[in-house]
């Protein structure tokens, strides 16, 4: 889990890593359980090698923060959605306010509802694994 104590410092390594691979972070964010992260995509990575790098790179270093970490890993799967460019600001306010959208709603609800809006077909069984 992501908890106060780190998740700042989490999300500017994340930042970090994305700009070590050329995918420009815009914004970065999350909440206790997920985290967002708006970039620019380089020519240069295919977004599933940017995704095992983020994971791999990020999971690695939250372990030497402090023992309690010691078993933190990131779940298999990840969602990635493009975004319009012309609503890259809505996005922005969006990441930056994941605590006041998840009060309302679970990370798992929303994520469903990205999926239906967006007409991806997927099977529960392999989302949440």
Same mark, same amino acid.
């Given at each position: 889990m992501i908890d106060?104590?780190?998740e700042t410092?989490?999300?500017?390594y994340?930042g970090?890593?994305?700009?070590e691979l050329?995918?420009?972070?815009?914004q @970065?964010g999350?909440y206790s359980?997920? +985290?967002? *992260?708006?970039?620019?995509?380089s020519? /240069?990575?295919a977004?599933m %090698?940017?995704?095992e790098?983020?994971?791999?790179?990020s999971?690695?270093w939250?372990?030497?923060?402090?023992n309690?970490y010691y078993?933190?890993?990131w779940?298999?799967?990840?969602?990635?959605?493009? @975004?319009?460019?012309?609503?890259?600001? +809505?996005v *922005?306010?969006?990441i930056?306010?994941? /605590?006041?959208?998840h009060? %309302?709603?679970?990370?798992?609800q929303e994520f469903r509802?990205?999926?239906?809006?967006?007409?991806v077909?997927y099977?529960?069984?392999?989302v949440w694994?």
């Amino acid at each position: 889990m992501i908890d106060k104590d780190i998740e700042t410092r989490l999300f500017e390594y994340l930042g970090g890593i994305c700009r070590e691979l050329e995918c420009n972070p815009v914004q @970065v964010g999350g909440y206790s359980d997920h +985290i967002h *992260i708006l970039c620019l995509l380089s020519r /240069k990575i295919a977004i599933m %090698k940017l995704v095992e790098e983020i994971k791999k790179s990020s999971s690695k270093w939250i372990k030497t923060i402090d023992n309690r970490y010691y078993d933190f890993y990131w779940q298999e799967g990840y969602g990635v959605f493009s @975004v319009n460019p012309k609503e890259t600001d +809505i996005v *922005i306010e969006y990441i930056k306010n994941q /605590k006041e959208h998840h009060e %309302k709603r679970t990370f798992q609800q929303e994520f469903r509802l990205f999926l239906k809006k967006y007409n991806v077909d997927y099977d529960e069984r392999y989302v949440w694994d």
